[in-house]
């Protein structure tokens, strides 16, 4: 897969493909979800989402959303802004497109990658989970996701 560079577009810690890398977070686990404003299933996952990067940011866990509305790149930043600030996601958010969505083999939202310290994709969950779905995996696994303390 070829590394996606990506540049912040807003305050709200939104960012979008373009000239700038995107932090990679050398030695932390990542969980990237891909989702969209108008995905009724993505919307009841943020809350778990949320309460994940929550409880596991400082062991070591990352929870990272990939917003994958279209439409112009002010009406899609404005819209996903104004969603995050409903939501309070603590978490940050990147806009991804068509590029982004092949370079991962998403083909349906919700969908989650848990992304192990290495950069190797561990798991990956296709359509809602709950947090109780996450935490098994952090929990029970530490061995494969590496999280501290678990």
């Known amino acids: 897969m070829r590394p996606i560079r990506w540049r912040r577009i807003s305050r709200w810690g939104i960012w979008r493909a373009g000239r700038c890398a995107c932090p990679t977070l050398p030695g932390r686990v990542r969980l990237l979800n891909f989702w969209a404003t108008w995905c009724g299933p993505c919307r009841l996952e943020m809350p778990h989402l949320h309460a994940v990067h929550e409880e596991y940011a400082d062991r070591g866990l990352t929870v990272i959303g990939i917003s994958l509305d279209q439409g112009s790149s002010s009406t899609v930043r404005e819209g996903v802004g104004r969603f995050l600030r409903e939501v309070s996601a603590s978490y940050p958010v990147l806009l991804g497109d068509r590029q982004v969505m092949e370079a991962y083999g998403v083909g349906a939202i919700p ?9 190797r994709i561990r798991r990956i969950y296709v359509g809602y989970r709950d947090r109780s ?6 929990r029970h696994a530490p ?3 590496s ?4």
Do not use: K, P
């Open 111 to 119: 969908t989650s990658f848990l992304v192990d310290r290495s950069g």
């Open 133 to 138: 779905v996450f935490e098994a995996e952090i």
């Open 143 to 145: 061995r494969v996701v």
């Open 147 to 150: 999280v501290d303390e678990c």
